[in-house]
């Protein structure tokens, strides 16, 4: 992929994500690696540093997800790279921005490390966010900025964990469905429709999906 294509990947996400002026632009990483975790957290976790978990306090999924992967892959050299949005209740404008971030990183990286294969990994609001970037939209408001199609085969796996758009959509759109996995708690009401709840539903379950890292790094380690 020839810089001119990738600028050219990159002005088109940009234009084709209407917030794209007001989203924070992505962030220069660190040294290529084979591998990049690419993890966009939940809703009200600290706004995090690209490239180091420093200052993220996701215990939930995002700091054990990314110990998982490197250890059931140690051969493979990993970067990482927290989606910059503000995972916050301002609804579509948050996701938004974050959508927008997450392609825009991905362009720029493809370009910069053209032998780096990527893990979209969302919990939460985050799960909101890679499922937009995927071109699922959400209930309040469509996909606006997508993964564009060039990049789909450097997408090895997709991690969704309790992502509020499983309530009403688990569908997801080709050529991903055969590498994403879901994980959704049956008594949480976050990603559940409320006809599907058991009677001890409630939101103690939606802390639960460090129970699902392990399966989902295997998952990854098929993949990658």
Known sequence: MTSTTGAALLAAALTGAGLALTAPPAAAGPGCGDAELVMARGTDYSQPVASTWASVDDPTVGRPLDAAVRAARPELSWTLYNVSYPADSTGPRSRVIGAVDLVAHLVVRAV??????????????????????????????????????????????????????????????????????????????????????????????????????????????QRV
Not at 145 to 162: D, E, H, K
Not at 174 to 189: F, G, I, N, S
């Open 112 to 221: 910069e490390c053209p032998g780096t294969r990527f893990v979209l990994a969302g919990y939460s609001q985050g799960g909101e966010v890679v499922s937009n970037a995927l071109g699922m939209g959400s209930d309040d408001f469509p996909a606006t900025a997508v993964i564009p199609p060039v990049l789909a085969p450097r997408i090895a796996a997709i991690l969704l964990f309790a992502s509020p758009i499983h309530v009403y959509n688990t569908a997801i759109p080709e050529p991903y469905a055969a590498r994403t996995a879901q994980y959704c708690v049956p008594q949480d009401p976050v990603c559940n429709p409320a006809s599907a709840l058991p009677p001890d539903a409630g939101y103690g379950a939606h802390t639960r999906y460090g129970e699902a890292v392990t399966a989902a790094a295997d998952f990854t380690a």
